[in-house]
Structures are given as C-alpha cells and as structure tokens.
C-alpha cells in the first residue's frame, strides 16, 4: 500500500519562491503521473499540474503557468512543485496525487488519482 507525504510549505511573500516536495512510500510510483493540486479554505480543489511517470510530458493549470515547474526523480520516488513569482490568490494547500497511467499520458481530474498525501501549507502573504 502507497503512501505520499508532502513538505515544503509555509509563508512566503508575494514574489517569492517556495518548493514542495512529495515522497512516495511503501511502493513504487514510477509508473504512475503525479500531480499536484490545492485547496483554498471555502473553495473546491483545483488542479495545477501534472507530470508523466515518462517525464515526457506536462500540464498546468492556466493560473500558474510560466511561473510553477513540476518536476520528478524517479530513482528517488519523488516529485516537486518549484513555485516561483508566488501570489496571494496561491495560498492554499497543496497535495500531491498519484494516478496510474499510460506512458507519456496524464491528468488533471482529481477523480482519476488514487493515492494523495495529506497536503502542505502555502500562505502567501502580500
């Protein structure tokens, strides 16, 4: 049985950088996408990106592109979320998913991951 565990979170100023991380556990993650999704208090989870378990490709949502680059070791059954040029519409928390998928083919369903951590902290602060 898989786990995932993210960390990196915190307070950051607007304009700032911050980089999460997520490990996976008890199994191995390399055959699936991973992604990473938030969620703001009274707002329901969105999705901000994602990566093949290829590495070959990417999506992110509108809202971050050009400014957060996902990323993923494989050998070391993690993937990372450089946020860059953060925002205060950005806090929120944020957690990293696992979704069994073909090479090269990802999502950003929330409904299509089946393992997801338990979320880390981003406030961003103006």
């Known amino acids: 049985q898989g786990m995932l565990l993210e960390s990196g979170g915190g307070l950051v100023q607007a304009g700032g950088s911050l980089r999460l991380s997520c490990v996976g556990s008890?199994?191995?993650?390399?055959?699936?996408?991973m992604g990473w999704f938030r969620q703001a208090i009274g707002k329901e989870r969105e999705f901000v990106a994602a990566?093949?378990?290829?590495?070959?490709?990417?999506a992110y949502a509108d809202s971050v592109k050009g400014r957060f680059t996902i990323s993923r070791d494989l050998a070391k059954n993690m993937v990372f979320l450089q946020m860059n040029s953060v925002e205060p519409e950005d806090t929120a928390v944020y957690f990293c998913?696992?979704?069994?998928?073909?090479?090269?083919?990802?999502?950003?369903?929330?409904?299509?991951?089946?393992?997801w951590g338990q979320g880390t902290q981003v406030t961003v602060s103006s």
């Open positions: 990566i093949s378990w290829a590495t070959s490709t990417f």
């Open positions: 998913a696992a979704a069994r998928r073909e090479w090269g083919s990802l999502s950003s369903k929330a409904n299509e991951y089946s393992y």
């Open positions: 008890g199994r191995t993650f390399n055959r699936y996408a």
